[in-house]
């Protein structure tokens, strides 16, 4: 099946610092979405990516949709600390696919007051 | 705001026992999914269903794994013989025609 690397693994960092992370693919998506996870929870869908090259904000979330359809980038400006979670990104459809979601291995991210 | 929502939150069960998980999806949603979160780890697809069928299924879907539609509101993933390897966190999630999934809280289940 299709994979997605996502990097980095964990992030530390200090309140108010920006935050960038990505995933990239063997093959090719025809949607990007990132989730974030908190603790016990379910994920929760953050932004949603149709289209190559598309940027979208959602608040301090800036998300984009590779030129090549096989990465997306998440960043996170001025970080506060209930941003701490674990970030996946997920590809759907696309070369095989269909409407799964294909996760990446997500991002622990920790904000320092 | 609709969500998805599922029971129980934590199911503990004996190896080779039957379990049924439970699912309500978003109401006006059309496709629904089972997915799993082995702890620690990232979220793995079981399965998908639309118009009263599987649609796509993984791997790790074997014949262990059902799932059913019984009215018009639950969506259930049943195990019917658990081992211990199947102790996760579940996940339902349903999507619109948009692709967007939503997820619910998650059942933990435990296999002793």
């Known amino acids: 099946g299709q994979q997605l690397n996502q990097s980095p693994q964990s992030m530390f960092i200090q309140e108010g610092e920006d935050v960038s992370m990505n995933c990239t693919s063997s093959?090719?998506?025809?949607?990007w979405l990132w989730y974030k996870q908190d603790p016990g929870e379910g994920p929760v869908l953050l932004i949603a990516?149709?289209?190559?090259?598309e940027l979208t904000s959602n608040g301090r979330l800036t998300a984009q949709f590779g030129i090549t359809r096989k990465d997306s980038f998440l960043n996170i400006s001025a970080s506060i600390p209930s941003d701490v979670g674990i970030y996946f990104c997920?590809?759907?459809?696309?070369?095989?696919?269909?409407?799964?979601?294909?996760f990446g291995e997500g991002t622990q991210l920790t904000v320092n007051p | 705001e609709p969500e998805v929502t599922q029971t129980p939150s934590h199911q503990v069960t004996q190896m080779g026992q039957e379990v049924i998980l439970r699912c309500v999806p978003i109401s006006n949603h059309l496709y629904f999914y089972w997915y799993r979160q082995i702890l620690g780890q990232k979220v793995e697809f079981l399965v998908s269903f639309y118009n009263n069928e599987i649609s796509e299924k993984s791997e790790i879907f074997d014949d262990q794994f059902s799932v059913e539609r019984p009215d018009g509101s639950n969506f259930t993933l049943k195990i019917r013989s658990t081992k211990l390897e199947d102790s996760a966190m579940y996940f339902c999630a349903s999507s619109g025609d948009s692709g967007e999934a939503f997820f619910g809280q998650g059942t933990r289940l435990t296999v002793v």
């Open positions: 990516l149709y289209k190559a090259g």
């Open positions: 997920a590809g759907q459809g696309g070369e095989t696919s269909g409407s799964r979601l294909t």
């Open positions: 093959s090719i998506f025809n949607t």
